[in-house]
């Protein structure tokens, strides 16, 4: 990209947000008085589709459904980019989560610093990882009350970890656990029923592109892990350092890559996908799926986040195209020879509502509709008028294909004025079945169970 037309580009968006923030003089664009209103939401026998579909928080609430499409998209408008950060609050006394009618939430653990993946080892205890605190806590809850009765911190000292996975899968007694910090991949020894790391962390991939404050970081920090059905592979999200550059920072990111378990034959499996920042692998298939965000500043409803399948080998388009051939205006006219190559993802998201993790339902306590279908966190958009995401989302399923529609299935953490008090991150399912959700705002670690 030519630097001076970047730079440019990122001068004329800061002042459109200093001017925008400043004055609060464009009442669409201006987070109180766009966000104030009733919220309307959705019917829920209906699959909303076009522009209803597009929507935002008002219309949210459990069983609420979107199916978005390529084709009920607007062109890109840069000049239409708004900030609209949300405003933090606390959480109202006595409120909970809202969930369909059957299921319940009660907090599993509080007073947690920005808790983000949760897994559940095969014996049932629950590891949340803390990035605010660089550490992992372990939960075990043994006669599946809801309330631990033993929280212990399994490591600590790390560096601002996202990403754990128990490793070889599919086993009572994995041998290990690993975490993806920002920059590196480092496992620790482990048996059913450790709370403590048993010893030091062995370093097995230490030149991962960082985010955050480490030394060349920035962009996109967080990295995901996770291990092919067969364990002989070692997946890697690696998101962006930037929105929507194509420079040299960008080497190695925006991208998923493959090593094997000790961390060598480091492969690209896909490219061109901003930030992946969720991976799962689907049980029956043993494909790898993804959560990704969206690039931003082209508008209020582009581009679609989306949850996917990985394709091997696949190239999702960041930076020069979106959604397939749609060439992004930012570089017009780059790359001719990839127009044909994007690979269209299989569930679009609302723009901007920052998908981050998934997993796939494998417990028996829900219904059986709910079984083999996806549950997706969504953190919440900074890059459009009216607010989307801050939501937990279900994606059907069947025979190892998404459906193409998502349903709303926990809401309810943004207030009537547009405050938010609270912003999923983690999923994962508990022994029991009861489904774990990580909300780094509130900190707290809710369980929805089903019959209680």
């Known amino acids: 990209m030519d630097d001076r037309r970047s730079d440019y580009r990122r001068a004329r968006h800061r002042a459109a947000q200093v001017l925008l923030l400043g004055t609060g003089a464009l009442a669409s664009c201006s987070p109180k008085r766009a966000e104030v209103t009733t919220p309307q939401p959705a019917p829920t026998d209906v699959i909303l589709t076009g522009t209803d579909a597009l929507g935002d928080w008002t219309t949210d609430a459990p069983g609420v459904k979107r199916k978005i499409t390529v084709a009920d998209l607007p062109p890109p408008n840069e000049d239409e980019s708004v900030v609209n950060r949300s405003t933090k609050t606390d959480r109202p006394a006595g409120v909970f989560p809202k969930v369909p009618s059957g299921f319940t939430v009660n907090e599993l653990a509080t007073g947690l610093d920005e808790p983000r993946v949760v897994q559940v080892a095969p014996n ?6 803390e990035s605010g605190a660089d550490r992992v806590q372990v939960f075990r809850d043994a006669d599946g009350d809801g309330k631990p009765e033993i929280r212990s911190t399994f490591v600590e000292d790390l560096k601002h970890p996202f990403g754990l996975a128990f490793y070889p899968t599919g086993t009572d007694a994995p ?11 480092v496992r620790f020894p482990y048996k059913p029923g450790d709370t403590k790391a048993s010893g030091p962390a062995e370093p097995l991939v230490t030149n991962i592109p960082s985010g955050k404050e480490t030394v060349g970081g920035g962009g996109h920090w967080t990295r995901d892990i996770e291990f092919s059905k067969d364990n002989q592979r070692m997946f890697v999200s690696v998101g962006s350092k930037s929105n929507v550059d194509d ?12 090593f094997t378990p000790d961390g060598k034959n480091e492969t690209l499996y896909a490219s061109g996908i901003r930030n992946p920042v969720g991976l799962a692998i689907e049980p029956s298939t043993g494909v790898l799926w993804t959560s990704v965000n969206e690039r931003d500043e082209l508008g209020d409803n582009l581009v679609p986040d989306y949850v996917t399948r990985v394709q091997e080998g696949g190239f999702y388009g960041w930076p020069w195209y979106y959604l397939g051939p749609n060439q992004d205006p930012r570089h017009e006219g780059k790359h001719p020879e990839l127009k044909d190559k994007v690979i269209v993802p299989d569930v679009l998201i609302q723009s901007h509502s920052a998908s981050l993790d998934l997993t796939f339902y494998t417990g028996q306590q829900f219904p059986a509709e709910y079984r083999g279908h996806i549950f997706a966190a969504q953190h919440g958009s900074w890059n459009r008028s009216r607010r989307t995401g801050y939501k937990v989302v279900r994606i059907p399923v069947e ?18 004025n547009g405050d938010v008090w609270g912003r999923p991150v983690g999923v994962a399912v508990a022994k029991d079945g009861a489904l774990l959700v990580t909300d780094d705002q509130s900190n707290t670690v809710w369980r929805v169970t089903y019959g209680e």
Not at 399 to 416: H, I, L, P, Q, S
């Open 124 to 129: 049932g205890d629950i590891f949340v990882v």
């Open 175 to 185: 041998t290990h656990v690993y975490i993806a910090n920002t920059d590196s991949v």
């Open 247 to 258: 420079d040299e920072d960008e080497v190695r990111r925006a991208c998923i890559l493959a």
């Open 399 to 416: 025979n190892g294909k998404a459906a193409g529609y998502y349903e709303d299935f926990m809401t309810g953490f943004v207030a009537k």
